[in-house]
T-cell receptor, first 117, second 117 residues
């Protein structure tokens, strides 16, 4: 099983350029997430998709857009990259079912290291 | 609002000794889950252990155990018999509800553990 696959692994952008980070999962999970990781701040949720066809803002959505293309794929787009968006981006997926009391651990991709110059 | 606090930016431990990584959480929900993830220098996020809010016993997974004190809202990770390969960043996370009744994970800032020979 591939689990969660993110592309690309590394990217350097110039300020103002746009790009899309791709994410796909093969675990038939309902929920998918995009996080960014910055030193000393842990992982902060950018956007999430509770289920196919729905997306919603997380903690730090400004400057980003997302698309839940189908149940497998959830992309993150930077329309006009800024140096403040230099970060490591993680895509994750989980069962995320409503009122699920059990273990809903999230499975993570390998991350994308993005530098905006 | 839900929040995870990890007060130890860095810890070190001698090989073969035990170490406790602190995590406190804040939530008004009765049903929640607590997770620990390990992030080695290679960058991937590795799920370690899970504790449900209704679980009466502390969770254990091999050398990892979770010291769950519900009244104090703490969920400390205990690593017994530390190994050099345990050197990594460790994140505490909590399952929190979002709109529509689905769940997301929120993370603390992390603790960097160094195991010395």
């Amino acid at each position: 099983n591939a689990g969660v696959t993110q592309t690309p692994k590394f990217q350097v952008l110039k300020t103002g350029q746009s790009m899309t980070l791709q994410c796909a999962q093969d675990m038939n999970h309902n929920s998918m997430y995009w996080y960014r990781q910055d030193p000393g701040m842990g992982l902060r949720l950018i956007y999430y998709s509770a289920s196919e066809g729905t997306t919603d803002k997380g903690e730090v959505p400004n400057g980003y857009n997302v698309s839940r293309l189908n149940k497998r794929e959830f992309s993150l787009r930077l329309e006009s990259a800024a140096p403040s968006q230099t970060s490591v981006y993680f895509c994750a997926s989980s069962e995320g079912l409503a009122d699920r009391a059990g273990n809903t651990e999230a499975f993570f991709g390998q991350g994308t290291r993005l530098t905006v110059v | 609002a839900q929040k995870i606090t990890q007060t130890q930016p860095g810890m070190f431990v001698q090989e073969k000794e035990a170490v406790t990584l602190d995590c406190t959480y804040d939530t008004s929900d009765q049903s929640y889950g607590l997770f620990w993830y390990k992030q080695p220098s290679s960058g991937e996020m590795i799920f370690l252990i899970y504790q449900g809010s209704y679980d009466e016993q502390n969770a254990t997974e091999g050398r990892y155990s979770l010291n769950f004190q519900k009244a104090r809202k703490s969920a400390n990770l205990v690593i017994s018999a530390s190994q050099l390969g345990d050197s990594a960043m460790y994140f505490c996370a909590m399952r929190a509800p979002f709109s529509g009744g689905y769940n997301k994970l929120i993370f603390g800032a992390g603790t960097r553990l160094a195991v010395h020979p």
